[in-house]
């Protein structure tokens, strides 16, 4: 049973970048699957930010293109999630989910979530 | 604004069988299978449904969903106090190259 499982820190100043990384365990990074972000504001709903397959193609929520980068790295078993410029806006709690390969659109593991918090 | 309409709350008495909708267009469920996320408080949302009707393993078959052109539905019976929890429903949005959820559902079991 593939475990996913978020890090980094937990408050991040206006203006700087937010980075999270994502720790699989049960599984490869290589098998046929896409690595993705979504995150849900306090009290709010889901909200996809992108997904990537482990040989880099990449697909991003086109409101938040211009800020995200999404990377894997098979070496470590792990990806990761770059959101540039942040404000007050981006204070989220940050799931990592694993999505199926093809043309499948369904979220089948997630990680417990890590809320970070944009403030000064 | 959700892409995908759902009811913002449901609620039912224990024992009795409840409905969540999720209203989409063609450019989402019309042309993508649907799936269904439960989240109990303070935890990260769960599979519950995929394409449209499946249960992965472990879910037990109280739960159950359809689709039908531009909606789908989720069915919970024999609801318990346990299946308290938001409901989510989502899909990919071909206009919008997007995955998509709903709005999200309250379920309170009273």
């Known amino acids: 049973q593939v475990q996913l499982q978020e890090s980094g820190p937990g408050l991040v100043k206006p203006s700087e970048t937010l980075s999270l990384t994502c720790t699989v365990s049960?599984?490869?990074?290589?098998?046929?699957?896409?690595w993705g972000w979504i995150r849900q504001s306090p009290g709010k709903g889901l909200e996809w930010i992108g997904f990537?397959?482990?040989?880099?193609?990449?697909y991003y929520k086109s409101s938040l293109k211009s800020r995200v980068t999404i990377s894997v790295d098979t070496s470590k078993n792990q990806f990761s999630l770059r959101l540039n410029s942040v404000t007050a806006a981006d204070t989220s709690v940050y799931y990592c989910?694993?999505?199926?390969?093809?043309?499948?659109?369904?979220?089948?593991?997630w990680g417990r979530g890590a809320l970070v918090t944009v403030s000064s | 604004q959700s892409v995908l309409t759902q009811p913002p709350s449901v609620s039912a008495a224990p024992g009795q069988k409840v409905t969540i909708s999720c209203s989409g267009s063609?450019?989402?469920?019309?042309?993508?299978?649907v799936s269904w996320y439960q989240q109990l408080p303070g935890t990260a949302p769960k599979l519950l449904i995929y394409?449209?009707?499946k249960r992965p393993s472990g879910i037990p078959d109280r739960f159950s969903g359809s689709k039908s052109g531009t909606s789908a539905t989720l069915g919970i019976t024999g609801l318990q106090t346990g299946d308290e929890a938001d409901y989510y429903c989502?899909?990919?949005?071909?206009?919008?190259?997007?995955?998509?959820f709903g709005g999200g559902t309250n379920l309170t079991v009273l």
């Open positions: 989910a694993r999505r199926s390969g093809g043309d499948y659109y369904y979220f089948d593991s």
């Open positions: 049960g599984g490869s990074i290589r098998n046929n699957y896409y």
């Open positions: 990537m397959y482990y040989t880099g193609s990449a």
């Open positions: 063609n450019s989402n469920i019309g042309n993508f299978d």
């Open positions: 394409d449209n009707d």
């Open positions: 989502g899909t990919w949005d071909s206009s919008l190259g997007a995955a998509v």
